[in-house]
């Protein structure tokens, strides 16, 4: 089956929306308001995010330098296979390294890939602290997090940037979920 052929099938075609971002900035609030948006609108999306995958697929990978690529590599594939099969792709995961991003950009086709950059200050970050990562680093219990003890490269020419410390969690989901309807209806077509 073609991706048009999908995409007749659906209503809509297929992008994959790929947020980056440190620890707690918001990249997996931000992608599941905008499933639910999606949703609302009849598009068929996904979430994909170091959580769900950290704890199946990506399991036997730990946090030096190579395996963090490795689990990008392996989201980047999920990422393109989904879109392939039509869905929208909402994959939230700090990718910390920006040549690990452009890997995954390379595996869709031209336009189909949006990079958003949650981008939060590293003390709002370890302010929220959902997951107390930032105490357990700093208490030397977690080695390595992102953003205290490795880099974390942020976007150069990111699609779309988002301060999550001064933009409301809606208007953001908005943000993202205008720009995704722009790309995978055609013009003129507000509805399924």
């Given at each position: 089956?073609?991706?048009?052929?999908?995409?007749?099938?659906?209503?809509?075609?297929?992008?994959?929306?790929?947020?980056?971002?440190?620890?707690?900035?918001?990249?997996?609030?931000?992608?599941?308001?905008?499933?639910?948006?999606?949703?609302?609108?009849?598009?068929?999306?996904?979430?994909?995010?170091?959580?769900?995958?950290?704890?199946?697929?990506?399991?036997?990978?730990?946090?030096?330098?190579?395996?963090?690529?490795?689990?990008?590599?392996?989201?980047?594939?999920?990422?393109?296979?989904?879109?392939?099969?039509?869905?929208v792709?909402l994959?939230a995961?700090?990718s910390?390294?920006?040549?690990?991003?452009e890997?995954v950009?390379?595996?869709?086709?031209?336009?189909?890939?949006?990079?958003?950059?949650?981008?939060?200050?590293?003390?709002?970050?370890?302010?929220?602290?959902?997951?107390?990562?930032?105490?357990?680093?700093r208490?030397?219990?977690?080695?390595?997090?992102?953003?205290?003890?490795?880099?974390?490269e942020?976007?150069?020419?990111?699609?779309?940037?988002?301060?999550?410390?001064?933009?409301?969690?809606?208007?953001?989901?908005a943000q993202?979920?205008?720009?995704?309807?722009?790309?995978?209806?055609?013009?003129?077509?507000?509805?399924?």
């Amino acid at each position: 089956m073609t991706e048009g052929a999908r995409a007749g099938l659906l209503g809509h075609g297929a992008v994959t929306v790929w947020f980056t971002g440190l620890p707690g900035s918001g990249k997996s609030t931000l992608a599941r308001s905008v499933e639910a948006r999606l949703a609302a609108e009849g598009v068929l999306a996904y979430v994909l995010d170091g959580d769900n995958l950290r704890f199946g697929l990506n399991s036997d990978l730990g946090f030096s330098p190579e395996d963090r690529a490795e689990n990008i590599r392996r989201a980047g594939e999920v990422s393109a296979l989904l879109h392939d099969a039509g869905v929208v792709v909402l994959a939230a995961f700090i990718s910390p390294y920006l040549q690990d991003r452009e890997r995954v950009r390379s595996l869709h086709p031209e336009g189909a890939f949006v990079e958003v950059f949650v981008d939060a200050p590293l003390e709002v970050c370890e302010q929220r602290d959902p997951k107390g990562l930032y105490a357990r680093a700093r208490s030397g219990a977690i080695e390595d997090l992102t953003g205290i003890a490795a880099p974390y490269e942020a976007p150069a020419a990111a699609e779309i940037r988002i301060d999550t410390a001064s933009t409301d969690i809606g208007s953001a989901a908005a943000q993202v979920t205008d720009e995704v309807l722009g790309r995978i209806r055609p013009p003129g077509r507000g509805d399924r």
